[in-house]
């Protein structure tokens, strides 16, 4: 056996028929060259005591390293078998922590850019496509505008911390329901991606609710009512309009502000709202009272005793505000509602008048009904008018009573808008409107 020289490294070739040809060194046992076609690699070979299987190690390239560099490493390798090392074992075992590593750091760039805004964007296209267009946009919209630090963090860094501060934080503002609803959107919205193994936890489970719900018993009075409609009057179009609409018909904030002229029949007499715009998933047909048509009127900048014309196109929203270039359904409702609040206090400032109790736009709905039922209106008509699945005709009755009372309705909201504009305008009630209260006080 020869000792490994450059001279016979140079030297050795493959034989014909052979893929590879080998030669050993006889200064250090177990070191061998290998040749195959392109290439001449150092090894350092050996027997498994435990096994007798043959073993060996890659130690580099002739040229690479120095056939006395290959020797020092294999004397190095040949000591560490000596003393029960295992460099095939050694070899696997940094492979594998290799491999873990670079799926550890796959793992966390993927976890970098799954944010919460892209969860969240996830959640509506893929899970809530399958539920109301108006439940999907307001549950993505309030958990974007609760989370509005955090949209760009990674999803799986929020913690039960960081929910509980946002949580608290509507809380302490006074805003336990808008705390309870962030609860159920993120949980929901968590819920399912770690159903989908797409994160490891859900940092808004086992979290308490809010410890007090806000009451929902707000009834504006008459005089309140009047104040209202007329500070909604000094608002700008479209935004004092669609306040007194919204008074007018008792249809919920989002309803009036997506109302597109398609919407509404030809004479302006009713408004049918589709399927997909209620909160109930049904078809809702409201009457427009006369003071609602000369809003719609007005919008359409026709005088009362003209003609209508033909009505604008039915995909154009009512109440639009121009954004981009494009109508755009009302938005900054906080700000209206504080100029409403401004110029309320103001009227009342003027008579020296205590400050109006909180209130909030949604209290119409109530206020309506309340002045409905006073004034003799049964209550399945108020359930059919606010379109609610529950209310004085429910359960097995609901099943069999597909009554829409639409005469009564109308009714209703006749009724209704004329006692807002005799508390707004000072407009005299007809005589058909005898509020229950006089009636009784007359028997």
């Not at 919008?299 to 981009?324: E, T, Y």
Request: hydrophobic content about 45%; proline content about 7%; some cysteine.
């Amino acid at each position: 056996m020869p000792s490994l020289t450059d001279r016979t490294v140079a030297a050795l070739s493959i034989p014909e028929g052979k893929r590879e040809a080998w030669l050993s060194d006889a200064v250090v046992k177990g070191l061998r060259l290998r040749a195959t076609p392109g290439s001449k690699t150092f090894f350092v070979c050996w027997t498994d005591r435990a096994t007798g299987e043959r073993r060996r190690e890659k130690l580099g390239a002739w040229g690479s390293i120095t056939i006395e560099q290959a020797r020092d490493a294999a004397r190095i390798v040949m000591g560490r078998i000596a003393a029960g090392a295992d460099p095939a074992a050694e070899r696997a075992a940094r492979a594998a922590e290799a491999a873990r590593r670079k799926a550890e750091a796959a793992r966390a760039a993927s976890e970098a850019a799954f944010t919460l805004d892209a969860l969240l964007t996830d959640w509506q296209a893929l899970h809530l496509c399958n539920r109301r267009p108006r439940y999907a946009a307001e549950a993505t919209r309030a958990m974007r505008a609760a989370f509005k630090a955090h949209l760009a963090t990674p999803a799986a860094a929020l913690d039960h911390a960081a929910v509980l501060r946002v949580v608290d934080g509507f809380t302490k503002a006074g805003k336990p329901t808008t705390a309870g609803l962030i609860l159920r959107y993120g949980s929901a919205c968590y819920g399912w991606a770690v159903k989908r193994r797409r994160l490891a936890h859900n940092p808004f489970a086992g979290l308490p609710k809010p410890d007090h719900k806000a009451e929902r018993d707000r009834v504006l009075t008459d005089a309140e009512i009047g104040e209202v409609w007329r500070a909604a009057g000094t608002l700008p179009a479209p935004y004092g309009p669609a306040v007194k609409l919204l008074l007018l018909t008792l249809a919920r904030r989002d309803e009036v502000n997506g109302m597109t002229w398609g919407e509404i029949a030809p004479d302006l007499s009713a408004w049918t709202q589709p399927p997909r715009r209620t909160k109930n998933g049904e078809a809702h047909v409201v009457h427009l009272a006369a003071p609602a048509r000369a809003l719609l009127r007005d919008r359409l900048g026709i005088a009362p005793d003209a003609p209508l014309p033909a009505l604008p196109p039915s995909d154009a929203l009512v109440f639009g505000v121009l954004h981009g270039g494009a109508l755009r359904p009302i938005g900054g409702h906080n700000w209206v509602k504080r100029e409403l609040d401004k110029a309320i206090a103001k009227e009342r400032a003027t008579r020296g008048a205590e400050p109006m109790q909180p209130w909030v736009l949604h209290d119409f709905r109530r206020t309506g009904v309340t002045w409905l039922a006073g004034a003799g209106f049964p209550p399945h008509v108020a359930d059919r008018l606010l379109n609610h699945t529950q209310g004085a005709i429910n359960g097995v009755a609901r099943i069999y009573q597909r009554n829409q009372f639409l005469p009564e309705r109308a009714a209703a909201l006749d009724a209704w808008a004329a006692h807002v504009l005799a508390m707004g305008e000072g407009a005299p009630m007809p005589a058909v409107v005898v509020p229950l209260e006089r009636r009784r006080a007359r028997t």
